[in-house]
């Protein structure tokens, strides 16, 4: 059996990644290596854990050695690199996490795959998952593509931007078989609730306020993470070596209009007056250093691959919600404890 390592399979985005790959490849054995952060979450990926093509190993990417050994044992093939410190306004409290983690962690696994593969680059695959934002800002009118240049502008995205340029270096230099996709902004189950969509429909639930950042005309491009999963499932099998490919929704959305919907879909859903969920809305201090506008042209990876979102956004923000409210549990596990004192922290 082909061994494949997915990297971050109990966050929100490797979860859908995990159980595609595991119940769509039965001839591959799949390892999910997670640190197991606040971010990560096994109640994620339950459905799946007793499958006999799945192995989950709780394990640091930071820790040389251990990564180190660990592909010496198992000889994997493929590697699917989701793994990060993933929240910008984290970042910009703690930035050395970030570097730790997305750039020392993701060198730690080129090492390994790199003297692993060192003899026979056949038949290998270095999958990094990335994002839009190393791109930095953009105006009112253009779009990012594949060779826009990267202008980071959060410790997040700097610290993205860096693990993309060692994936592509090690590309160049040592001939490493990778491939690079940089998606927009993903939404749906299990999404972690300090991201926009799921804190605020977290919030609106629990009546607290919604804390607009700036004049809330910010714009991100947003897309169903069961299509992104579809996408790196596409990537990883039929994507060009030393290529990159960037993904999107084509569905872009001020802050506060995406606000505003959510609130007018939760007043219905939880049976409250229309217009209740709205007062709810703060604005609040901005952020530092907040991009303006990220917004995806993906027709790489539509003209060369044949991919484009399957999921309307009315269709998967009803699913998103339902999935919310239909998950009470699991939103009161990750909302307890440490939760807390972030919230305080970020909010007070
Ligand atoms: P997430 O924060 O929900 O999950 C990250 C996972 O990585 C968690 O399970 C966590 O436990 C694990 N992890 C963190 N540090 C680790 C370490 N040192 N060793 C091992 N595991 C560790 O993130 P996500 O939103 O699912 O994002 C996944 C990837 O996709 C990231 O690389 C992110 O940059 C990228 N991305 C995210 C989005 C988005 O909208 N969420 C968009 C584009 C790209
Ligand atoms: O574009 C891809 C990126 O999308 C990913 O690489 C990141 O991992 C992911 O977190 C996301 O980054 P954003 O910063 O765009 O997502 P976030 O949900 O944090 O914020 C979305 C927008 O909403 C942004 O303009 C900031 C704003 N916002 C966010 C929060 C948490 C608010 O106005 N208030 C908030 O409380």
Sequence with gaps: ?????????????????????????????????????????????????????????????????FITAFFQKEQFEGVIHLAAES????????????????????????????EIWKNDFAGKRF??????????????????TETTPYDPNSPYSASKASSDHFVRAYGETYGLPYVITNCSNNYGPNHFPEKLIPLFIHNIITNKPLPVYG????????????????????????????????IGGFNEWQNIDL?????????????????????????????????????????????????KPSVTFEEGLEQTIDWYLNNEVWLQHVTSGDYQKYYEKQYS
């Design 1 to 65: 059996m082909k061994k494949i390592l997915i990297t971050g399979g109990a966050g929100f985005i490797g979860s859908h990644v995990v159980r595609r790959f595991v119940t769509n490849y039965p001839t591959y054995q799949l390892f999910n290596l997670d640190a197991l952060t606040y971010a990560g979450n096994l109640e994620n990926i339950a459905d799946i854990e007793h499958l006999p093509n799945y192995t989950f190993v709780k394990g640091d990417i930071t820790d040389a050695d």
């Design 87 to 114: 929240h910008v306004d984290r970042s910009i409290t703690d930035p050395l996490a970030f570097v730790k983690t997305n750039v020392i962690g993701t060198m730690n696994l080129l090492n390994a795959a790199r």
């Design 127 to 144: 999958y990094h998952i990335s994002t839009d934002e190393v791109y930095g800002s953009l105006g009112s009118t253009d779009l990012f």
């Design 215 to 246: 004049d809330g005309k910010y714009t991100r491009d947003w897309l169903y993470v069961l299509d992104h999963a579809i996408a790196i499932d596409l990537v990883f099998h039929q994507g060009g070596n030393h290529e990159t490919y960037n």
């Design 259 to 307: 606000v505003k919907l959510l609130c007018q879909k939760m007043d219905k859903k939880l049976g409250r007056m229309p217009g209740t969920s709205s007062q709810l809305i703060t604005y609040v201090k901005d952020r530092p250093g907040h991009d303006l506008r990220y917004a995806i042209d993906a027709s790489k990876i539509n003209t060369e691959l044949g991919w």
